[in-house]
């Protein structure tokens, strides 16, 4: 039976790390009668946090899908649902939600708003133009400020956020909520788990304020709509509640609005609207622009694919994971349809794959499916070449989809087996964890014999260093961590000659090539419209045929070849211009290995007479901390060479948002605990990369 587009919503549940996210998507999937009991975090029988490893920290590591029916105002609804962690080290969990999902609710601490990664998941979601609503969950905790909140969303994201909702008390006096558009209260029965829902008039003494809200609220909605506009300024209160809802839709839908709710998953209060607000504000796959891509062969030729299952089948690979029965490769249908049984073409890298099996995913459980449809979220068991960001198509209609952006690591680590045997394994795992997080990388360095794993952060790391030993059984010892610095270059070089010459006896080999080099950033290689990759822009300025056609991509691969490999420690070079301007040839001896040596040569020598210089990654670090303590703590900050961007004052509570070199940053939590009595949190996240100090760039290159 074919599905109704119009019946179906993709999202995602995102926020800052203790928002609350899973603890909504247990909520979600109890009243949706996906699960006949709640499940709760700090117990470890969250459904979506299923690893042993999310059990026992109390954290989501991975996103996990699910799919669960919702009924509302008599129509059957199907809400395909993602948890995804609010850690930053795991970003690529969101990263890759966000790229196959339709909309998101965005969840907030009711006493903290808007915190550090709520704007790391926020600018995510802007990436890809996902629809969002926001609730403001946690009411009941102490200093639950629900103006100060929604202020928060207003100023520190810089969004026309419109509330939809307000509370009934806060913090131990948390009892219901206000809907402003039916102007009415909900009670929400803690004795029932919050299933019995009771509508009461709007308390007395809560009156003034509803109204003040609701005139806020009907206000935007007219500047959302030219028709309702003009209601607005003949006779306000002609506005009907269908009216507004219409309007807030297609503004959320534009992203011109953000829907505010509000309440506590914990409490069981207001969770099931939130849910009728995803209805009634989220668009369903029809809504949302027509899926772009370019064709295989010709990247400049653009296409397109309808969310329609009469359009030929497209689909997009968000995430894969290892099993013991094979591969299962997480899909979203953007087109088409997808049969049990069938033979799709990966048109990334031209290889055929065959669909074994399809499931519906309920978190870790299965159920089995005959086919996927359009504005489906499936998983299927059978794919052998295709990993996260490759997208699946029908085989007589092939397309390329908007590919995902990965982060780049900034820690590293060596990893040793312990035994033989246990070497053997680790190869082999290190690639499957690899293909499951594309955050992570794994390199040999042949120098020093060791294996490096690098990641997004400690926690990363770690928790890669536990899935080796307690899930796979393979016996590693790891290293201390250590920074993923970059190389870059401080000013320019021109005319700088790579020659390759080799002699000796019968066919020789030749290569000769004349390169400039220059810094350039991302920023400016877009405003040039020019193509970085890993870093380094190749233009290729040969004229008359001096360097043979053939021979440039040789070139270019040997000028990539030695900036990976670095030069002045072994770190990868950054934020370069190459132009490749003059060169020679032999008609006998030129070959497309000579030409590669000769780039690498070039480049190298380039970059040496133009100076180098070592980035470090700089972390963009928010602490909170009672206010009696903030000396100590900024102190402390100035000590790793911290630079405080700006302070808040919240009651009793400072706010410090400082620019802090990761290599300081080790250890910094146990540090924090200790200068304030355990009374103080922080969290971190990359910001960019900043070139070192002479004196402590010679101080890492000595440690080498």
């Given amino acids: 039976m074919s599905v109704d587009l119009n019946k179906v919503r993709n999202i995602g549940i995102c926020a800052h790390i203790d928002a609350g996210k899973t603890t909504v998507t247990e909520r979600i999937l109890f009243y949706t009668g996906r699960n006949y009991k709640m499940g709760e975090v700090h117990e470890g029988t969250a459904t979506m946090d299923f690893l042993t490893e999310e059990q026992e920290r109390g954290i989501t590591i991975q996103s996990a899908a699910t799919t669960c029916p919702w009924t509302y105002d008599g129509d059957d609804y199907t809400i395909n649902l993602i948890d995804t962690p609010g850690h930053v080290d795991f970003t690529i969990e969101v990263e890759r939600s966000m790229r196959v999902l339709d909309g998101a609710v965005v969840v907030f601490d009711g006493k903290e708003g808007v915190e550090a990664q709520s704007e790391t998941v926020w600018r995510q979601a802007d990436r890809y133009r996902v629809p969002r609503v926001c609730f403001i969950n946690k009411m009941d905790k102490i200093g639950a400020d629900f103006d100060f909140s929604f202020n928060s969303i207003k100023e520190r994201l810089g969004v026309n956020p419109i509330a939809v909702q307000l509370p009934i008390g806060a913090s131990d006096t948390f009892e219901g909520i206000i809907d402003l558009l039916d102007m009415k209260a909900f009670y ?23 109204e003040l809200y609701r005139h806020e609220l009907v206000e935007k909605a007219a500047e959302l709509d030219d028709t309702l506009a003009e209601l607005f300024i003949e006779d306000e209160t002609a506005i009907t509640t269908e009216q507004i809802r219409a309007a807030l839709r297609r503004g959320t ?16 209060i207001g969770v099931q609207r ?3 607000g995803v209805i009634d504000y989220l668009p369903n796959p029809t ?20 969310h329609s299952t009469d359009a030929p089948f497209s689909a997009l690979v968000f995430k894969v994971v290892s099993d013991s029965h094979g591969d299962l490769t997480y899909l979203r249908v953007y087109s088409g349809k997808l049969d049990k049984g069938s033979r799709v073409l990966n048109p990334v890298n031209g290889r055929k794959e065959n669909v074994s099996r399809i499931f519906a995913m309920h978190a870790k459980d299965r159920q ?11 998983a299927v068991i059978g794919l052998k070449n295709s990993g996260t960001g490759d997208t699946l198509c029908a085989t007589d209609h092939p397309i390329i ?38 955050s992570f990388r794994t390199n040999y360095n042949e120098e020093t014999g060791e294996t490096i794993i690098a990641g997004m952060g400690e926690l990363h790391l770690e928790i890669v260093k536990n899935k080796l030993v307690r899930d796979m059984k393979i016996g590693v010892q790891v290293g201390t961590p250590r920074v993923s610095y970059r190389e ?57 045929g001096v360097i043979p056609r053939e021979y440039i991509p040789s070139v270019e691969t040997g000028v990539r070849a030695a900036a990976s490999s670095g030069i002045l420690g072994g770190y990868p070079v950054v934020n370069i211009k190459v132009e490749l301007v003059f060169g020679s040839y032999h008609d006998v001896d ?9 780039g690498a040569l070039a480049f190298r020598e380039a970059c040496t007479q133009a100076g180098l210089a070592l980035l470090e990654p700089i972390m963009k670090v928010t602490i909170t901390t009672p206010d009696d303590f903030f000396g100590s703590v900024s102190g402390d900050l100035s000590s790793r060479r911290g630079q405080i961007v700006d302070t808040e004052l919240r009651g009793t509570t400072r706010m410090l948002h400082a620019e802090v070199p990761l290599s300081e940053m080790f250890g910094y939590t146990t540090v924090l605990r200790g200068l304030t009595q355990g009374r103080a949190s922080s969290t971190m996240e990359p910001a960019e990369y900043r070139q070192m100090p002479d004196r402590l760039r010679d101080e890492v290159l000595a440690k080498m």
């Avoid at 000796?504 to 080999?509: A, C, E």
């Fill in 590 to 598: 030129s070959s497309q290995v000579a030409f590669e040596q000769a």
């Fill in 287 to 306: 809504e949302v622009p027509e899926v772009e891509g370019v064709h295989p062969r010709d990247h400049d030729k653009k296409l397109s694919r309808p």
């Fill in 368 to 378: 089995p499916l005959d086919a996927a449809e359009a504005g489906q979220i499936v």
């Fill in 401 to 438: 989809l908007e590919r995902m952006d990965f982060p780049e690591p900034v820690i590293s680590m060596s990893i040793e087996p312990l035994t033989n045997d246990d070497k053997k394994k680790l190869s082999e795992a290190l690639v499957t964890i690899k293909r499951e997080d594309p």
């Fill in 274 to 276: 939130v849910l009728n």
């Fill in 188 to 210: 929400f029965d803690a004795g029932e788990l919050g299933a019995i829902v009771t509508e009461k008039d709007i308390p007395e003494s809560m009156l003034e304020w509803a």
């Fill in 253 to 268: 839908i534009a992203r011109k609005c953000y829907p505010v709710f509000c309440g506590s998953a914990l409490k069981n």
């Fill in 488 to 544: 870059t270059i401080v000013g320019a070089a021109e005319g700088v000659r790579g020659k390759f010459v080799k002699q000796s006896g019968g066919r020789g080999q030749y290569g000769d090539a004349v390169v400039n080099v220059c810094p350039m950033t991302i920023a400016e290689a877009e405003e040039a419209e020019l193509k970085m990759k890993d870093g380094i822009v190749f233009v290729d300025k040969i004229s008359q």
